[in-house]
Structure formats: C-alpha cells, structure tokens
C-alpha cells in the first residue's frame, strides 16, 4: 500500500541589515538584506514523500524538497529514505538516510504548518552544524503509567555542500535521544557527538602548518579536520490546548576554530480561534576565545611575515565572527483554512559586541554588533 | 443556594481542561464484543493520538476516525484531547512527515463506526450518544 502526501511554505523576508544577508540555515548561500531586499529564499519550500508498506512490518519512505540548495539552485534533494522494521508496536530500526532528533523540532523543522513560528528560532537551530544521518536509527517506547518514553540512537556518517564550494563531512556520527510525554507535557533531551571535517577551513590550516613548529600548533588547536563535535540539549513543551509555552537549551562544542557555543529560547502562544499569537526570546553566546596572536610574525624574514600576517588576520577574522546574539520575536499564526496556515512575524536581533551574529554574506562597510530587524510573512500547508 | 450551585458550574468549567463540557453528546465506544468496559479521558486521548497502541489490558487498540470536517470528529478532540482541527492536523503532520506513523483510518458515518466495531473487538471508535446501539458498548469513564 502507498501513502502520498506533501508539504509546503511560500514565505517573504525583508532585513533591515541591508550590507549583508539573513537565511535560515547554514546551507543556504543568499537570503534577506544584502541579496534580496525582500527574499523567497529564506522559508520557501516544497516537499513530496512516499511511504510504502511492504508488508506490516516492513516500509519504506522517501521524502524530498525542493528549496534553496547552496549553489543557488532548487534542485530537489532527498531529506528522508529508509526502510522500517517494526519489530512490535514499540520498538522498531531504519536503515538508510534520516533527520538527526537534535532539537525538539528538528525532525519536522521543514514542515513549517507543524511549528507555531514561521521558523524554529535560529539562535538554538543553528548550534549543530549537521542535520541528518545516512546509516539508521532505532526507536523504543516504554510506558508507565501515564508517561509514555521514547529512546531513539542513531548512527551514520553524512555529507553535505557548503556556500562557496566548501564540504562539511560528519563521521562517526552518533546521537541517543529521549523523548518524554506526560499529558500535555513533552521533554526532550539529546546528546549528539561526531568527527567534522570542514574542507575549506581546512586548506587555511595547511597554509599554517607551512610555518614550523608553531604553524602546526596553531593548526593543531584550530583545524577543523576530523575533530570532535560534542551537543547536549534539552528542551521541553507545555501544551494543554490553548496556550503553550516552549523551552530548549543546547551546548555545543566542536574542537576547533568554530569552538563553544551556547543558546536557549523561551517561547509562549495563546490559542484565539483561528490566531494564535506568541512572543519568543533566543540567545546564541559563542563562549570560546574571539582572538588569537597567530603566528609570531617578527621573527620571520620580510617576505614570510607579510604571509603569515595574513593568516593571523584570517584565523581572528574566523574567530571574531562567531555567532554571538539575542532575538526578541513576536508574531501571529492564523489557521486560514483546512491545512493552511498564514503567520507573520517580526524578530528584532541584536548582534553580539563584534559579531555578525549567524548573518551571512557581510559586505564592506557592514557593522557588527547591531541590531537587526526581520519581518516575515508565510503561507504553509499540509496535504 | 442558585447562586452557589451557579458558582460551582463557574469554577468547574474553569478547572475543566479543554473544554469537555460543549461535548457532551460525543462517547467513546468499543464493540460489545470486546473486553474493555471503562478508559480514562487520557487513556483515551493517548489511543487517539496514537501515543499508545495498547489497551491497559495489553490487547492491541486500533482507533477509528470519523471523517475529517465532521462535527463530531471536531467535538471528541476538542473534547478529549483538547485540541482544535488544526492542532491535530499538525499534531500527525510531525509523525507522518517523520516516518513514524499514519493517522487512524477515517470513516464517513457513525453507521460505518458500528459497522467496524462489530467486525473487530480491538477497535474504538466514538459516536453521538443519540447514534448509540446494542452493538457497542460505550466506555465509562472512571
């Protein structure tokens, strides 16, 4: 038996930051602001899936969107596609290509018609730098009393294509998750580690490695080749019907010039017929050091100091711009028929003292540590 | 004594969760074939949302929906789960679009409900109180 259905979001930003661009997560290449004054980038999507029960036990499922890919295109990439084994109504494996359970809204993130915001709040979203998994997951749900537990692992390695030509590659990559539900109450916490390879940052530390001695410890410290990436989060959601209020928390490190960062955000809505309108506060701190001596440029010779000054500028360029700020948010989703939701949404984001915050594409005469405001319009549905 | 009998509905309705008191008229049912005699609201609620697939005795329970838009559909999530037509189309938009379930099957009638419940003793279903007859048994509610 087959089962189709489809998702989608027609969505319009407009940043205020106009000397560099907005977007929704790390593998889009423009957004609002510098791009597009008014950008479809950012939220725009469309997404197909099939699932096939093969036997009672047995299925597949492949879902693919078309959205912005990172060379611009709308080429339609596949998010989801294994095959289930449902050992017993409680326990069941995948194998194949799945979404990471990172966040509480990871796994649905795209199917925005699920979240009460047009986006999940970019602040904790854009703490994990990898999204999904080929290789597989296991579920298993016990229950006890009125408490239902879901523990889920998964393993896989994945591949995926940055902005200006760079690959990130994750190896190793594991996750245990437990999601718990009580009632209107839904908790979820998650620890998630792997060995990241980040390419183009990584021919900047070859360059170091050029210079000795201390050359290779600066890229031994910073080199984001094969290194650890560690991510604890929790987060919880009280939903009793007519209001909610959302919490999450996530660390993450990743040894290297990327480092430690920290985000959280608060979220509450209240139900009014058709409108639900909600206000949300998010902070990314970037906890890490922001700057480096580098290389010691005065005791090489004129022609090799020029080079690894540029070097040092280049590793504390990296450094500096660590994402580092807080959002205020407030908007409204309105059920406007069956299966379609209209929302509108205004965040106003002050970036962190020298950061550019999780903006992207920062042009000449940008200015960090400024205040950024984002209006959003989206039109999502379910079919 | 009208006053107090008036203030007891006032602060009931306001402890109440997810307004039951509009719905009434909307029961749980299971065929009269079948073991289960009493589930709680939660109980309920969690079979319906597919949170559990199990009865408290440990027999498997498989949901039947009323059709989408119908009055009663509306009512018993309202009722039982507290939550409107589009919660609850977001509520299986996150498991079907994450691989991990699909919807109870949705009939068109009450007649069909019947219809399903007597052909299987696992299944549960809900009807207007009005459409109830010798053939299935509505749960109480402890």
């Known amino acids: 038996m087959l089962s189709f259905s ?53 299925s597949a499922m492949v879902q693919a969107i078309s959205e912005q890919n990172y060379d611009g295109s ?55 730098p990898v999204d999904s998994s080929d290789g597989g997951d296991f579920s298993y749900a016990l229950h006890s009393g009125r408490v239902n537990q879901t523990w889920v692992g998964t393993y896989g390695v994945t591949d995926s294509k940055k902005p200006g030509g760079g690959t990130g590659k994750a190896r190793r990559l594991w996750t245990i998750s437990d999601t718990i539900e009580a009632g209107s109450l839904t ?39 094969n290194r650890r990436l560690t991510f604890f989060g929790a987060g919880a959601m009280y939903d009793p019907g007519s209001w909610f209020l959302i919490g999450e928390w996530g660390t993450s490190e990743f040894h290297s010039v990327l480092g ?53 500028t280049a590793l504390n360029s990296i450094l500096g711009s660590i994402a580092d700020q807080k959002t205020v948010s407030i908007g409204t989703r309105w059920d406007v028929l069956k299966d379609v939701d209209l929302k509108v949404q205004y965040d106003r984001t002050r970036l962190g003292a020298g950061s550019p915050g999780t903006l992207i594409n920062l042009q000449p005469g940008f200015q960090t540590g400024g205040t950024v405001n984002l209006f959003s319009v989206a039109i999502d549905f379910v079919w | 004594m009208k006053i107090r009998s008036l203030l007891a509905t006032v602060a009931s309705a306001l402890l109440s969760v997810g307004g039951n008191a509009a719905a009434a ?4 049912v299971v065929s009269s074939a079948s073991a289960i005699t009493e589930l709680s609201k939660a109980q309920i609620s969690e079979i319906f949302l597919g949170r559990v697939s199990r ?21 018993f999530y309202l009722a039982y789960t507290g939550k409107s037509p589009a919660q609850l189309k977001a509520h299986w938009a996150k498991i079907v679009f994450t691989g991990r379930g699909q919807p109870p099957k949705a009939v068109p009638n009450s007649s069909e409900i019947r219809r399903l419940l007597a052909a299987n003793p696992q299944a549960i279903g809900y009807l207007e109180r009005s459409a109830v007859d010798s053939s299935v048994r509505v749960l109480i509610q402890p």
């Open chain 1, 6 to 58: 489809a998702f989608g979001t027609l969505g319009i930003v407009h940043s205020s930051e106009e000397r560099a661009d907005f977007t929704s997560n790390l593998f889009k290449p423009n957004g609002a602001g510098y791009t597009h004054a008014w950008s479809p980038d950012v939220d725009s999507k469309v997404g197909g899936q099939i699932i096939a029960s093969l036997t009672s036990q047995l």
């Open chain 2, 55 to 75: 009865f408290p005795n440990g027999a498997l329970a498989v949901p039947i929906d009323q059709e989408e838009g119908s009055q009663a559909r509306d009512e």
């Open chain 1, 187 to 225: 908790a979820h916490l998650t620890y998630q580690q792997g060995n990241l390879t980040i390419s183009n940052l990584h021919t900047l530390f070859g360059a170091f490695r050029r210079f000795g001695a201390q050359g290779d410890a600066l890229a031994d410290t910073y080199d984001p080749y």
């Open chain 1, 260 to 312: 430690k960062s920290t985000a959280w955000y608060a979220s509450t809505g209240y139900r009014l017929a058709k409108l639900t309108p909600y206000l949300t506060y998010g902070q990314l701190r970037g906890t890490s050091n922001r700057s480096d001596p580098g290389l010691n440029a005065s005791s090489l010779p004129p022609a090799l100091a020029g080079r690894a000054t540029g070097l040092n």
């Open chain 1, 74 to 128: 709308f080429t339609p990439h596949v998010e989801w596609a294994n095959l289930k084994y449902q050992f017993t109504q409680d326990a069941s494996v995948r194998v194949g290509r799945i979404v990471l359970p990172s966040f509480l809204f990871s796994q649905s993130r795209n199917v925005a018609y699920t979240n009460p915001w047009v986006r999940p709040p970019s602040e904790l979203y854009s703490l994990v």
């Open chain 2, 25 to 28: 008229d909307i029961v749980a």
